[in-house]
């Protein structure tokens, strides 16, 4: 194994820092790092936010569901899909960009190129020793996210990512096997094959949870799910991005 | 400088492969590192489909508007958003689960979880020697892509990923300069500093092809986005993926 899947394979969520803030050097890599990753059509479609500010990262902590991490860590980054660059380049270059920067295709390609960058950022993080949380949490609320932020119309902030020297180091929770995530020449569509994988992860998971609490928890995978999904959050968002010119038609 | 930041800088789309197919370890360890990768909520809402059957990897060629590294390469890996999981999860456990994976914000989810994946598998499939190129056509046309790789509802193929070993390498085209993507504190909306910015990646850019192509080509960025933006392509993605029963609401 090579450092670079030693690495990857390596990777928790990290939810406690050390109070020691990343250099400039360190962010510039990881920056460097998250735009080396490919785009579609060279479009470029994200900006990144770097907090510093200690007001704005409490705010953002607040907002994000009360999260510590967001605010102590050693930096804290907002990966944002972005279409406003390419609502100017309209504008300078007197072409009519209107349909395509509202369409649904261009904000999945500025979703995924968004991913792709912040994905890139975490293990550049992850490979200098420094750990890493995805925040969601900036979702729940993103007109006052984007207020801290001053963002413009077509950015849509998509996730927060804490970095930071680790403080406390969390395990591993198993994935769904292999077979169940990959598909030869095409998917597995039979439906009892479908039900008894979902039967052999729940074991594994409960397994999981009950090595790690000696016994209290057994949860299955399916129910945790099943709950998480039974309620409806973030219902605003359709209404958020298509006011935003995203998603339109 | 380590190897990990080394392999990500190092990276472009390799569009000439070798005649050499991935062994199934080099796949398994492809997928492991995708699914290392962080999940919202732990949801893993993805599915990989790897093609092997030669007669797929053509069609799927043809489909993704010829291009032929599509079907010669060492293996080809289709990247679904995938919520049909969850929705027998919902059946299974018996809870409605249904205006969740029809929302917005879970379509934001499986695009954003799909695509953390990938990109573990891009850099994972480089640090082996590999050469990637994601391969957006095939949203050229989606619903045939889903024929030949029964796919069922909630679940969208986003891209492929060409990996093999490289037969012609070719150049890194210069990124958005670092201050025109990485703002602190808030996102810098002085309209005269933006397109300032434009300009001079303009000239970056046009330095760029001018060096590669001995004076012949001198294109501008901002041109070549505003052509591209012009066109209004795949334009029929809001109703495929609607009666897909995602971002419905």
Chains 1, 2 share one sequence.
Request: aromatic fraction near 8%.
């Amino acid at each position: 194994m090579n450092d670079v899947i030693g690495t990857i394979l390596n990777h928790r969520s990290i939810r406690h820092f050390e109070d020691k803030p990343l250099t400039e050097e360190q962010i510039r890599t990881i920056v460097s790092c998250a735009q080396a990753a490919a785009t579609s059509s060279f479009i470029q479609a994200y900006s990144i936010i770097g907090v510093k500010d200690p007001v704005k990262k409490k705010k953002l902590a607040e907002l994000a569901g009360n999260q510590e991490y967001v605010e102590k860590n050693g930096h804290f980054f907002v990966f944002c899909a972005d279409l406003y660059r390419h609502t100017l380049i309209g504008e300078k270059e007197d072409k009519n960009v209107e349909a395509s920067l509202e369409s649904t295709e261009k904000f999945m390609v500025a979703l995924i190129d968004t991913a792709l960058a912040a994905q890139n950022a975490a293990i550049a993080a992850e490979s200098l020793g420094l750990g890493i949380c995805y925040i969601g949490g900036i979702r729940n609320n993103l007109e006052e996210v984007k207020g801290v932020l001053h963002i413009p119309d077509r950015v849509i902030p998509l996730f927060g990512l804490a970095v930071g020297y680790p403080a406390k180091v969390t395990g591993q929770k198993p994935r769904l096997p292999f077979e169940h995530v990959y598909h030869e020449n095409g998917y597995e569509q039979n439906k009892e094959v479908n039900l008894h994988q979902l039967d052999v992860y729940n074991e594994i998971i409960a397994n999981y949870y009950q090595q790690r609490t000696n016994g209290v928890r057994k949860d299955h995978w399916t129910e945790q799910m099943a709950a998480m999904l039974e309620k409806q959050t973030r219902m605003y968002m359709k209404e958020f991005i298509q006011k935003n010119k995203l998603d339109l038609r």
